[in-house]
């Protein structure tokens, strides 16, 4: 069967596509058809001779099959060094058996080379870390996605979310109209402890423009309020665009270059109408990634940046503490062993190892901060990352893979644990609901916020005249 109705070699760009997909429930029927799935062998090889560039294919060439990078692989450690899951071994038998043969494999490799890209590696880079010659194997894997994407061998959730981006310009189904309404149903639900509080909606020349993750729309609409409390709070002149409000990229999990290159420009777009200072994103670690690291190159950006100054959350949340625009209550800081996931997306991929080390140190007393070990751009990857966390069909995979920061959050007998990005703590979440290890976590923000010196004259009325009492 050369392509099925639902899994083919077709990108899904209506909302009837994504509709019909989401009918079949787990992609039962999207799997079967899968198995017969044909491969377009001419098109996989002249796809590899037009993008696999010098740097790819010397990679492949020099691996010294040396065994650095496997303990480096979290995948490796937790099922129990399976030398099949060393991460120099799962490129080589997957994307440089493909090139080896000039793309002339069958259906059966092509779903074993699926497997292997999503339940297998997560892209966290780590190897490429330990790699004594500074091959990337993370960089590989999301290049093998690319080919198995376009041959339609990619999970069903993948395909899905791809398709959201190319319709709803967000990894769900909330159009600019749903962003806005909520995000304003949230600041109603709040200005009564909040006064004044607003959201400002394509303010152009703000010194902020705020993007976020799809999901807090859709499922965490106390977060959009939080940042909103936060801002207020520290008197920031800034805005939402009504449209380029999502910075995520399941598209970039799921290998859909071109669906990449249009959700970032989506994003570029709304900074290049509304003209802010900088760009702040929200507590997501691949957001951070797809929109200021990669984006730039899918939307052919020779200067290699975004059109404006593009920073994490927690950057703006250490600027804010560091410069007094938020002030913490010491009798509040944290005093209870708490320690932190670093997220690989910005933390090992983008470098900010101390910024959310120096939030810490403003809402958690001293000695009660534990770090992991290993830790910053040497931490391990929640388990959860690269699509890993959506991905049913390898959800007992990635469970096994969980085993890993489940052991090194209870070696530092910490019970809360800090995690400033979505995927870092759906994971942890998931891993608490796995194995059930007693522990509590969370983003910064609602944490500081209950953390606040609010001044005076952004209390309520009733409170402002009690503190004059």
């Not at 696999?52 to 450690?77: P, Q, V």
């Not at 004044?196 to 993007?211: K, R, S």
């Not at 997501?284 to 950006?301: D, F, L, M, N, S």
Request: aromatic letters at 10%; glycine letters at 8%.
């Amino acid at each position: 069967m050369p392509e099925g109705t639902l899994c083919n070699k077709k990108p899904v760009d209506t909302a009837e596509g994504i509709t019909t997909l989401l009918a079949d429930k787990s992609g039962k029927k999207y799997y079967e058809e899968m198995k017969h799935l044909e491969i377009d062998s001419d098109l996989l090889w002249k796809t590899i001779q037009n993008t696999c560039k010098t740097r790819t294919r010397t990679w492949l060439e020099i691996c010294a099959h040396c065994g650095m990078c496997a303990d480096s692989c979290f995948l490796y450690l937790a099922n129990d060094r399976d030398p099949k899951q060393v991460p120099a071994y799962k490129i080589q038998s997957t994307l440089g058996e493909i090139i080896r043969k000039k793309g002339k494999v069958d259906n059966a490799f092509m779903l074993h080379a699926m497997e292997v890209a999503w339940a297998q590696c997560t892209c966290c880079n780590r190897c490429g870390t330990y790699c004594p010659h500074g091959i990337d194997t993370g960089i590989m894997f999301g290049y093998l996605r690319g080919l198995l994407y376009q041959q339609g061998f990619v999970p069903w959730e993948m395909k899905i979310g791809a398709g959201m981006h190319r319709v709803y310009n967000a990894q769900m189904d909330i159009t600019s109209e749903d962003y806005i309404d909520t995000f304003e149903w949230m600041i109603e639900e709040n200005e009564e402890e909040y006064p004044g509080l607003t959201v400002p909606v394509d303010v152009e020349d703000a010194d902020i423009m705020y993007t976020v993750n799809a999901r807090e729309a859709k499922h965490y609409p106390e977060d959009l309020a939080e940042a909103a409390i936060l801002f207020h709070i520290a008197g920031e002149n800034w805005t939402v665009p009504s449209k380029g409000w999502e910075l995520t990229s399941l598209a970039m999990f799921a290998g859909d270059w071109a669906a990449c290159k249009m959700q970032v420009e989506s994003v570029y777009d709304a900074m290049e109408r509304l003209r802010p200072k900088r760009m702040i994103g929200t507590e997501c670690g691949h957001a951070h990634r797809a929109t200021v690291v990669e984006g730039p190159y899918w939307a052919g950006r020779k200067s290699g940046r975004p059109p404006v100054e593009s920073i994490h959350y927690i950057e703006w949340l250490a600027e804010a503490l560091r410069t007094g625009k938020l002030k913490i209550d010491p009798a509040k800081r944290i005093k209870e062993p708490v320690t932190l996931q670093d997220s690989c997306n910005y933390v090992r991929n983008h470098g900010l190892r101390e910024i959310a080390r120096e939030i810490i140190s403003y809402i958690v007393e001293p000695g009660y901060f534990i770090e992991m070990s290993p830790n910053k751009e040497h931490n391990f990857c929640c388990g959860g990352g690269g699509g890993f966390n959506g991905i049913g069909c390898f959800r007992k995979q990635r469970n096994v893979g969980l085993k890993v920061k489940r052991d090194q959050i209870l070696a530092t007998g910490a019970k809360l644990v800090l995690s400033p990005c979505h995927n870092c703590w759906d994971a942890i979440r998931d891993l608490e609901e796995e194995f059930e290890i007693g522990i509590r976590w969370s983003f910064l923000k609602p944490l500081i916020i209950k953390m606040l010196i609010i001044p005076e004259h952004l209390r309520p009325e009733e409170e402002a005249d009690e503190a004059d009492e």
